[in-house]
Nanobody, 125 residues
Framework: QVQLVESGGGLVQAGGSLRLSCVAS????????LGWFRQAPGKEREFVAA????????YYADSVKGRFTISRDNAKNTVYLQMNSLKPEDTAVYYC??????????????????WGQGNQVAVSS
């Protein structure tokens, strides 16, 4: 089992920045590909960004490319999502997911075995 706990969300004005963190415990963190997904009210959960288990690649949804950066720190068992130039349409609950030996191209939420509890991000206009 892998336990994931997100933090770092909150309310920010458009154009501002936030950094989400997701701390993992329970298994060998460096064996897991990690992804960030988000779910806005009334919408399905969608892919945001992912980093491969061996850290050799990252991948982003077109809607966040150039604004968001995913990174991981295996020494801290943590994956981050740095979000810059935030827009009101980025408002959502953000979730981190983990998949054993996952690739950065795993963009379907069904491919992830473990999930965090979610963290609210709200961007005001």
């Amino acid at each position: 089992q892998v336990q994931l706990v997100e933090s770092g969300g909150g309310l920010v004005q458009a154009g501002g920045s936030l950094r989400l963190s997701c701390v993992a415990s329970g298994r060998t963190f460096s064996d897991y590909g990690l992804g960030w997904f988000r779910q806005a009210p009334g919408k399905e959960r969608e892919f945001v960004a992912a980093v491969s288990w061996n850290s050799d690649s990252t991948y982003y949804a077109d809607s966040v490319k150039g604004r968001f950066t995913i990174s991981r720190d295996n020494a801290k068992n943590t994956v981050y999502l740095q979000m810059n130039s935030l827009k009101p349409e980025d408002t959502a609950v953000y979730y981190c997911g983990a998949r054993l030996f996952g690739s950065s191209r795993h963009v379907s939420l069904s491919l992830y075995n473990y999930w965090g509890q979610g963290n609210q991000v709200a961007v005001s206009s």
